[in-house]
């Protein structure tokens, strides 16, 4: 370990590139090639992430209810609050609209107003029989369909909450379709290439307002945007990245090696989602602007030392020996602990996140190996930089900033610590603040359409993410059984009365149907027959198949009838809320059906994902921890001392509480999109330090382990470089708050804002406690720990 990072080891590795430049051009060509073939196997995700690992308890419950009923995102709806849809016209136009869509392979069924059909009791022999409300060959009239309206509002409580919204305002299509277009890529061509067009002929062609929901046509629009925003991350990441290194550098030719370098990382990025085999998410997106972001402040590192060494002496071959040997040591040291970083979310457990971090650390290797062998060989092949080129190493602003760096650390110390304090309490009071969210929808884009549409059921139909009651009976038959159907309806009663959930939807609705048919379909008998009633109904009730009661329907009881299902739609609602509602429903579920004779489970997509976010924070402390020990002991491996770890720790722990507390001031909530803010954050904070103490290291040695002169000579060399990353990564980082996307907006702003702080924290905070503990970390002991860890070649010309 010792060995590779001495400075007699890194002269051989950069001997060896120079020498070798024509094999290393070669072996760059396959290798990018090679991982451009594998873009063809790049696909995209069709399911909604799941948090949580696999054995988690509510996955498996998840898998057994749709192993018995299917999945619980199977839904979409179009629906229409307009008047105009009761006239002949748009009637017609709608019944037309509901029969193409019915016609399409995709699509289980269709249930809408212009199929509806009514149990009806039929004797000779006694039966109960599904027929339909309008007549298909009748020419409708505005009175006929007037008095329908009339009829679905008052008579047939069975459709309400179903078609006919609670509010009586609001008509809906129902669309079911089928398991196993659900997840796969056919949903995707059917609701872009199918519904979206026949949508909008429809729109233009009836004038009608109308909505069009549900979590596959939600999902599916939702990836769209994030395939869309991919390429625009991309080329506004190069775009802001090239010009701040332009501005800085002044230097065409520095820009254009530095662009090509990240260019050909994002190509490896890409080349190793297809080679894993890992779908392209929401976080996986991400990773090829980030390799942009970070690749672009190795390449600050290597060309500013490149520029300084031709400046002192202007020897080529020399001032690229000492790039790769001096540079190339440190960047290393700051790329491992940032792909570190990355690396602890393989112990969330989570797929979506231990895909990302996997990735991720690869891919920021995999920059650092670029930027180390691209740079000095496109520069062993050009003529030295022009005087131009290094006007910015003396820029009079440059070293006005740098100054005012080391005038702040030499005389303004206890300003410093009085100001780092004041931001401290401050930060606490805001972390008090901060909020839990596990919302599917709030980092969707909420100007977009299909928002406003969610919106609108969300209002009319009072929710559109599921939440389902699995009810195992423990018998053959025994949700039919009167008294189950009676507890069913008892737990109805309890979801009804919370404000946030819509109507239930169960199997006690076709069995208050059945009393409502059995007494000629009078209103005021929708309700559960009682014992004797149910005795003079059996025959009746016997006759009903699976499919004369439609799919869409008994699809709420297994076909062993032994397990029973209940759905529910919600709201939009936060964590919070949410476990409110779990407080309150479970103890009344477990006095209901006692947990001795019944097994009841509450599951669906909207709380696994509710769950998921606090299982991820909780893993969040877990990869921080992780990432801060790793620190803490490369720390230790460089002096030698407990007192320098506490030190090199103290300057990166506090913009992370800082940006805790401003998340908790401007209320955005820890969410799956932000809780990566934290590590992303310590990842890369932490290069500065390194790149700090890493010259700290040598300065004393050169200085002959004299502190104060050490620290100023560190902060004259490093400040320019350090300024440089920062301000390129703040203004990387802010390129995802041009996103539509919430939670990645609030990424982008936190992750800038946090890496800003992280900059002012290593060149204020940091060199000022080294020289406010000197004494204590001036001592013998300590140099002479420190004076064994470095090799004699530290400081070789």
Known sequence: MQKLFSFGFWNTIARSILRNRILFIILLAIATVLLALQWKNMRFSYTEANLLPDDAE????????????????????????????????????????????????????????????????????????????LDPDHELTKSDLLEYRRVLREDLPFYKGLILSPNERTVQTAIYLHDSVVNSAARKDFVVNKIQP???????????????SGMPYIRTLNSENIVGEIQWFVLAALFVTSFIFFFFFRSFRATFIAMFTVIIGVMWAFGFIGLLG??????????????????????????????????????????LQRVIAKVGNATLMTNLTTASGFLTFIFTRSELLVEFGILASINIVAIFLLSLLIIPIMYSYMPLPKEKHLKHLRKQWISGFVEWIVRTVRYRRVSVYFVVVGILIVSVIGIYKIKVSGSILEDMPQQAEFFKDLKFFEKEFEGVLPLEVMIDTKKKNGVLKLSNLKRMERLESELSDIKELSKPLSIVNLAKYSKQAYYNGKEKYYQLPTSGERNFMMPYVKSLSRKEAG??????????????????????????????????????IEKIFPSDRYDVSLTGKALMYQKGTYYLVNNLLLSLGLAILLIA???????????????SLLPNLLPLIMTAGMMGFIGVPIKPSTILVFSIAFGISVDDTIHFLAKYRQELKANRWKVRRSVYSTLRETSVSMFYTSVVLFFGFSVFMISSFGGTVALGGLVSAALLFAMLANLLLLPSLLLSLERNIANKKTFRKLQMNITDSDEEE
Not at 283 to 312: D, S
């Open 551 to 588: 799919s869409s329907i008994t699809s709420y009881v297994d076909s062993t009838g032994q397990y029973a299902r209940m759905t529910v739609f919600m709201k939009d609602i936060g964590t919070d809320e949410i476990e409110k509602i779990e407080e309150r429903l479970l103890p009344q």
């Open 198 to 212: 026949l949508i909008d002929d429809f729109k233009a062609s009836s004038e009608m307002e109308i909505h069009v």
């Open 278 to 319: 890992f779908e392209i998410t929401v976080l996986t997106a991400v990773i090829p602007p980030l390799i942009i972001i970070i690749g672009i402040p190795n390449c600050v590192f290597l060309i500013n030392k490149y520029q300084q060494e031709i400046k002192k002496h202007g020897n080529q071959a020399k001032s």
């Open 633 to 647: 002991l490369f720390m230790a491996w460089m002096f030698r001392s407990f007192r320098m770890i506490l030190i």
């Open 58 to 133: 509510l996955n498996q419950q998840f898998e057994v209810f749709t192993k018995k009923f299917g999945s619980d995102g199977n839904l979409m709806m179009i629906g229409t609050d307009d008047e105009q849809l009761f006239t002949p016209q748009h009637f017609k136009a709608w019944k037309n609209l509901a029969d193409e869509i019915s016609t399409f392979p995709e699509v289980r069924s269709v249930l809408g107003i212009h199929n509806l059909q009514e149990l009806v009791k039929k004797e000779d022999p006694k039966r109960f029989d599904f027929v339909p409300i």
